[in-house]
């Protein structure tokens, strides 16, 4: 009985991956985040701190497409930070700079506008990985922190040669949870115990049509 389920699933969804489109190539976005969290010391002291970076967004992806209308998006790649804002202040060159790893998964909804021009909107959900290790005075300072968001975009696609298509777009996401900690000579130092923010990460992206 199982062995025929299968069988019935496998006939009636070859014939719509088999007919499926879609794109794959690179993205370049700048994401812009705002913040307000609160950092808990190792002496139980807190601190709130509101704040803004800018970073630029490099990743490989693509929208695979079941139908007409529905599909699914999937990204990988790295945000390098080139800009923080810490409180009232201006923005300034981060101390610390290092890349972050991010994915991300989403289901896709289009409009064929053409052939050549679609519209696109989707929902999902995103996750960012950072680490880092600075050494001070012969004691080690590690950052490590995770988040995981709720991840929404909107884009544009038009053909400007055969096979090739150009994006523009943008993605939104809300952080639902986050954690991070901050170790000094192996001993916790800080860690963050609330953390509210959104980040909208514009972008460029060219791509193979298949």
Not at 40 to 63: F, M, P, Q, R
Not at 113 to 132: P, V
Request: net charge neutral; aromatic share 10%.
């Amino acid at each position: 009985m199982k062995r025929r389920l299968a069988l019935i699933l496998i006939t009636l969804t070859l014939p719509g991956l088999l007919m499926a489109d879609g794109w794959i190539g690179g993205k370049l976005g700048v994401g812009i985040s705002t913040y307000d969290k609160d950092i808990k010391y190792h002496n139980n002291a807190l601190t709130k701190v509101t704040g803004s970076d800018i970073s630029i967004d490099v990743s490989g992806g693509g929208e695979h497409y079941f139908s007409d209308v529905f599909g699914i998006g999937y990204e990988l790649g790295a945000g390098y930070p080139v800009a923080r804002k810490t409180g009232e202040g201006g923005y300034s060159w981060p101390q610390v700079r290092n890349m972050n790893l991010a994915a991300a998964l989403t289901a896709q909804f289009r409009w064929k506008i053409s052939d050549s021009f679609q519209l696109a909107a989707g929902a999902g959900a995103s996750l960012d990985l950072e680490s880092t290790g600075i050494d001070i005075g012969g004691g080690a300072i590690i950052a490590d922190s995770c988040q995981v968001a709720i991840r929404a975009n909107l884009s544009m696609g038009f053909n400007v040669a055969q096979n090739v298509r150009l994006t523009l777009g943008s993605d939104f996401d809300v952080p639902v949870y986050t954690y991070s900690k901050v170790t000094q000579g192996g001993r916790l130092n800080q860690e963050i115990t609330d953390y509210k923010g959104f980040i909208a990460t514009p972008y460029i992206a060219v791509a193979y049509t298949y």
